[in-house]
């Protein structure tokens, strides 16, 4: 006996739907006869992404990027993202041109960050969180709850170079013009979305980054030491530590 994913009657509600929005004789065969069943494997796709399809300058960025790339389909799939008008007009465009891509394509993972805080997203894979250490922040915690409007950021995979064992005010001072420092919401969802697209952990071990983001005493939040489980922390004074580098991403 063959083994089927959908019942004859679910089969003939999905046929009687293709056929109320126009297929006809010709069309099916089309899909039938398509080359490695990509016409059918493309309406899946669609179907699981909620009917968006990438643009021009997507599908570039991802065949620039590879695997260093979590665009809106992936945040679909992976996060559960359900992504209004608006956010689509917004990320519509990549904003890096593509010579900068290429640069870093490597070393960055371009990222389409949705307006997710760290606890959605903490609340949504709670599995890939240290949960039992990062407590403080769930109650009162405000860079914990904070998101911005949607958009692209092309996240270094790495701490900054030489940043190791620099309070924060010398790692601030290391940044070129073209860097900026991400927030713990950019960070921890590029760090999230990338494993759970790719399977890889970024920040492993015991490395850790600072991020722009500060608690409730001023004191910068750094994350990382993703061998097993993402944690979340900050440093009293925000001093220079021997495995605490500092995150940056570049400026569109």
């Not at 917004?90 to 010579?99: A, Q, R, V």
């Not at 030491?225 to 440093?235: E, Q």
Request: proline share 3%; aromatic share 10%.
């Amino acid at each position: 006996m063959v083994s089927r994913n959908l019942s004859v009657h679910k089969e003939h509600e999905i046929l009687l739907k293709l056929e109320d929005a126009g297929i006809d004789d010709m069309l099916a065969q089309k899909i039938i006869d398509s080359k490695s069943n990509y016409l059918a494997k493309k309406i899946v796709r669609l179907v699981k992404n909620g009917g968006y399809e990438s643009t021009a300058s997507q599908l570039r960025a991802r065949d620039i990027m590879g695997k260093n790339f979590f665009g809106i389909e992936e945040a679909i799939e992976c996060l559960r993202v359900e992504p209004t008008d608006q956010q689509l007009a917004l990320l519509s465009s990549i904003p890096f041109p593509e010579g900068v891509l290429a640069l870093v394509k490597r070393t960055h993972t371009l990222v389409a960050v949705f307006p997710l805080s760290i606890l959605e997203i903490r609340k949504r894979k709670r599995e890939l969180f240290e949960l039992y250490k990062n407590d403080w922040y769930a109650e009162s915690e405000m860079f914990a709850r904070e998101s911005k409007e949607a958009s692209w950021q092309l996240v270094c995979n790495y701490p900054y170079d030489d940043s190791f064992s620099r309070s924060w005010v010398r790692q601030e001072g290391l940044l070129c013009q073209m860097d900026d420092i991400p927030s713990a919401q950019v960070m921890v969802y590029t760090i999230i979305g990338h494993y759970l697209a790719t399977h890889e952990r970024l920040f492993k071990g015991d490395i850790f980054v600072r991020t722009s983001s500060v608690n409730s005493e001023g004191y910068h939040i750094q994350v990382g030491g993703f061998s097993d489980r993402l944690d979340i922390n900050y440093t009293i004074g925000d001093g220079p530590i021997y495995h605490l580098g500092l995150a940056s991403s570049r400026r569109a």
